[in-house]
Every structure is written in structure tokens, then in C-alpha cells.
């Protein structure tokens, strides 16, 4: 064959092998016997045909080879034992180290355990021991030679076939070792991608350190953080100072029963607001890394519906709770309209001011009357009585009936009464609006103060109503709660909780809409939107469909 260059790995394999002969002084005939080493090899040559028919009835059985296969192993062998005599004529003829090389890898000696193709190939070398024997049996000094080169050439084989199993073995455990990798590649390209997809904020904290080392995509949006920005910084940062020892009692407990959930628990974005989630943490392993993974559903949604749920519930009652006592003072008013009718027959005009205190009272005991009477009407969920109402003229006369608290308070009134179109609405509901807002304002300011209050059309067909004070103001977490029934900072005695609670159902049974800011020390706005036709019971019935 031609002397073409071996390949590296191959060219390595026999200077190993070639240096480990010559260093263990295996090689006792050395390569320049060239006598001796045709001799040898021309016999192989002759006498390979005759030896390979015992010798496949010996190990076909015993290996079980169908006899079928037969013909290609005589095949085989005999190339083989061909390429071997020429090596052995001719030490630098290394082909049959080249085919060896590939038939431990894919070719026919790959389908055998080592252990069995070397046992076939002892078995073959001894039949040609014995035919040595025989052949040269009048040389005895000849046969001896000849059967120790074939013992060496023999030896040399056997190191080089166990290390080409070797080293195939090795490939395919690189091989097998790529492809596990690879997959482990896959799998965790996988799983990123279906973290990164999941709609839930993720944090994957380290279970030894408690530090942040990756986040998905919807905790980056969330919490307006990059990945390389959260790496490495402890997971409790991500939550209010108040709430980290709930979210580090979270991560323990993941840590030791492998699972946990909480949902009491806010995220901290970069922006400063606070997300409430539902947290569930898990302890995972992989390789050798540990890690606690949690996962934040954010429950604004549903917190928010709750709220709306709880202030439904609080309304329904406190609409049960107002018509009981409506019904409780009907009777006392009544009596009381009567005594001053009677007072009212006594005096007939002859002390004017008597007469003007008593027409007074008879004017406020009549309001009370009707808001008990609206009162009554909106826990029954029926229509109050409408009147085209005029909201400046409300406010003007609301304010001249409080003028008198207005001055006891120290409270000086600012109006800005813009052009407005007339509202269909109720009178007494609009009025104890007025009221309430109002009398909040001067509670609000105890040590007296601005009211400024404004109106402006902002549409075709809404009006807005700002009532600004500036008192003492609204701490910003107690903002969320004022509309609530029974909710007050007030002191016992100085409030129920209940006004901003009947403005804000007033207000929304007439589609109109209450918002509130406020700053500590310096002062509050509620700002009102009406709907001018702002009850749905005066607009003509529409047809469905």
C-alpha cells in the first residue's frame, strides 16, 4: 500500500506501543532479522488456508457464530493474516495496524467483546505453532526461532489490538459523554425557555448564600430590574423592610420541608411601589447546584376585587344598619315637628325672632325627614325623588347654613364656582355630600385653615366638585381605606367612619366618581366627576339588542 500519512491519533498509538516493546525488552529479534522474518511470513502466508478451516470449526461453535457467517470470517481472517506476514516481513509496514485501528471502532472486530476476538486470535496463532513444528521438525534450532518471532510479532499484536479496544472504548464515552452534555444543554435551553414563558414572576435564590443568581423575563418587567442588576443581591430586598423576616421564614421553610407558600407578601419594585403576590417556594437540586425557586403570582387583581367584594359587603350591611335607624327616628321627629307646631300657635307672630328659630327648626326637622326618607329609599335600592338641581346654588347654601362652625373653627372659605349645567339629582343626597366633605375639611384643621372649593363642567356632560383644605392630611397608606365603612383616624367620640362611606355610595349609585389626594402637613383634595344626567332612572328606556 501506498505510505500515506497516518492519522495523529494513529501515528501516537504506535510510538506508544512501539516504546513500551523496546523499553520492557520485549523485542528479542529485532526488526533487522529479515531472513528469519520472511521465512516466518511466507509460511503464514502458505499455510493460512489449511489452518483457517480447523480453526473456524473450533470457534464458530464456541462463540456461536452462524455457520452462515462462515465465509466472510474466512474472508477476514485471511486478509488480516496477510496484512499481518507482510508487517512481519517489513516492520515499517504498518497497514495492518491501520485496518486494526478501524475495525475496533466500526468494523467487524467492534461487534466483539475484546476478550472473545483475542481468544479467537490465540487460538489461530497456536494452529500455526504446531504446523511450525511439524514443518521444520528436522531444524529444531530453525522451529524454535521461528516460534519465538511468532511469540513476539504475537505479542506485539495483542498490545496493539487491547489498546485499540481501549481507546474506541474511550471514544465513545467522549462520544457518549458530548451527546449527554449536549442534551443537559438542551434541556436546560429548554427549561430557561419555559421559565422566561411563564406568566409569573420568577426568582431563583441560592439555598447556601440566600443571594439572587437569575430571574425570568417577567420578573425583569415587574420589578424594572435587569438580570446582571439582581445577581447576587439578597432576595429580601425585593421586599418592604417590614416583610423580610415573613419572606426569609419562606425561603427556611422551602429549605427544609422542600415546599412553601405564602400570600401576605409584597414585591418592591424599582420604582418604589409595592406588588402583592402570592409567593410559592421550592426547593430544587440540579448537578450541583442548589437552589430555592419562587414563584410570585401578582394578586392585584385580586386583592382589588376582594376590596370591592369587602366594601360591597360593608355597604349592604351599614344600608340594613341606616334603614333600622331611620325607622327608629321617624317617631321621635314627629313628635318633636309637633310641639313645634304648637309652639309655633303659641307665640303667632308676637316675638318675630322666636317665631324665625322655630320656622328654622321646623326647615332642618323637615330635611331630616328627608334623608331618612332617601335613606330608606336607597337601602330598598328605589328611586329617590329628582330635581333639576343647580350644584353652585347647593354649595353656596350649604355654606351659609355652616357659616357659624365655619368661623368657631378658625376656618376661612374660598369659593370658585364656575359655570355649570344644572344636574338631575337628589337634593338632600347632593346636600349631605356638601356636608360631609365639608365637615371633614374643618376636622381636618384644628387649628383653622383654607377651604377652597371649586366647580367647572370638564366635559359635554360632567361637572367636577373639588373640596381642598389644608389641614393636618392623609398619611398615604391610610388612603386606600377611607371609603370603607367604620374606618377613622379620628379619636373615639369625634367620628363614626361612616361619612366618606355614604358619599362614596351616593355617589357611585349616581355613576359619579370620588378620588382623593392628600400630603401630610400640608393638606387634602377630594375632587368629585358628576354626570350632569346622572341617574340612570330618568333617562328613557332604551331598547335592547
Not at 350 to 355: L, S, W
Request: proline share 6%; aromatic share 6%; glycine share 6%.
Amino acid at each position: 500500500m501506498g505510505r500515506s500519512p497516518l492519522e495523529p491519533s494513529l501515528a501516537r498509538h504506535l510510538e506508544r506501543i512501539t516504546g513500551y516493546l523496546r523499553d520492557a525488552g520485549l523485542r528479542q529479534i529485532p526488526p533487522e532479522r529479515t531472513d528469519l522474518r520472511r521465512t516466518l511470513a511466507d509460511f503464514m502466508l502458505r499455510r493460512t488456508p489449511a489452518v483457517l478451516e480447523p480453526w473456524l470449526r473450533e470457534i464458530g461453535p464456541a462463540l456461536g457464530i452462524p455457520e452462515a457467517d462462515w465465509p466472510r470470517i474466512r474472508e477476514d481472517q485471511a486478509a488480516a493474516v496477510s496484512r499481518w506476514a507482510r508487517h512481519i516481513a517489513d516492520p515499517a509496514n504498518v497497514e495492518t495496524y491501520v485496518m486494526l485501528s478501524r475495525h475496533t471502532r466500526q468494523g467487524f472486530i467492534s461487534r466483539f467483546p475484546a476478550s472473545r476476538f483475542l481468544a479467537t486470535q490465540i487460538r489461530f496463532t497456536q494452529l500455526l505453532v504446531e504446523d511450525i513444528k511439524r514443518e521444520f521438525a528436522h531444524d529444531p534450532a530453525q522451529a524454535d526461532q521461528l516460534r519465538q518471532l511468532l511469540g513476539q510479532e504475537f505479542q506485539e499484536r495483542v498490545l496493539h489490538i487491547t489498546d485499540f479496544f481501549v481507546q474506541a472504548r474511550e471514544d465513545e464515552l467522549r462520544r457518549q459523554e458530548a451527546a449527554y452534555r449536549e442534551e443537559l444543554l438542551e434541556q436546560e435551553a429548554s427549561y430557561r425557555r419555559a421559565i422566561d414563558g411563564a406568566p409569573a414572576c420568577i426568582l431563583m435564590v441560592d439555598a447556601a448564600a440566600g443571594t439572587l443568581f437569575d430571574v425570568n423575563h417577567v420578573a425583569e418587567r415587574l420589578l424594572g430590574y435587569g438580570r446582571e442588576e439582581l445577581r447576587g443581591r439578597p432576595f429580601q430586598d425585593l421586599h418592604p423592610p417590614g416583610e423580610r423576616s415573613r419572606a426569609s421564614t419562606l425561603w427556611r421553610s422551602a429549605l427544609e420541608r422542600g415546599h412553601a407558600s405564602r400570600d401576605d407578601l409584597h414585591l418592591l419594585t424599582r420604582r418604589g411601589e409595592l406588588v402583592p403576590v402570592f409567593a410559592n417556594a421550592g426547593y430544587i437540586e440540579y448537578g450541583p447546584r442548589r437552589w430555592v425557586q419562587l414563584i410570585c403570582v401578582d394578586i392585584s387583581d385580586r386583592k382589588r376585587l376582594e376590596s370591592q367584594l369587602i366594601q360591597s359587603e360593608k355597604m349592604a350591611a351599614i344600608g340594613q344598619f341606616a334603614a333600622g335607624i331611620a325607622h327608629e327616628l321617624r317617631n321621635p321627629l314627629a313628635i318633636v315637628m309637633n310641639a313645634l307646631y304648637d309652639l309655633h300657635q303659641i307665640v303667632d307672630g308676637r316675638n318675630a325672632e322666636v317665631a324665625e328659630d322655630v320656622r328654622i327648626a321646623e326647615e332642618e326637622i323637615g330635611r331630616a325627614q328627608a334623608i331618612i326618607k332617601n335613606l330608606l329609599e336607597f337601602s330598598r335600592e328605589s328611586g329617590a325623588e329628582l330635581t333639576r338641581l343647580d350644584v353652585n346654588d347647593l354649595l353656596t347654601r350649604t355654606l351659609q347654613l355652616m357659616q357659624k362652625y365655619l368661623q368657631d373653627n378658625g376656618v376661612r372659605v374660598t369659593t370658585e364656582l364656575g359655570p355649570i349645567p344644572p344636574c338631575l339629582a337628589n337634593q338632600n343626597a347632593m346636600r349631605q355630600i356638601a356636608l360631609n366633605l365639608i365637615t371633614n375639611a374643618v376636622q381636618a384643621m384644628p387649628e383653622g385653615g383654607q377651604l377652597t372649593l371649586r366647580t367647572a363642567a370638564v366635559g359635554p356632560n360632567l361637572i367636577r366638585i373639588e373640596v381642598r383644605d389644608t389641614g393636618i392630611g392623609i398619611p398615604a397608606e391610610h388612603l386606600q381605606d377611607i371609603f370603607n365603612p367604620f374606618y377613622t383616624t379620628k379619636a373615639p367620640g369625634q367620628g363614626t367612619g361612616l361619612g366618606l362611606s355614604v358619599v362614596h355610595s351616593i355617589l357611585r349609585r349616581y355613576q359619579g366618581e370620588i378620588r382623593v389626594a392628600s400630603a401630610v402637613g400640608v393638606g387634602t383634595t377630594f375632587t368629585i366627576d358628576l354626570p350632569c344626567q346622572c341617574h340612570a332612572e330618568v333617562l328613557p328606556d332604551r331598547p335592547e339588542g
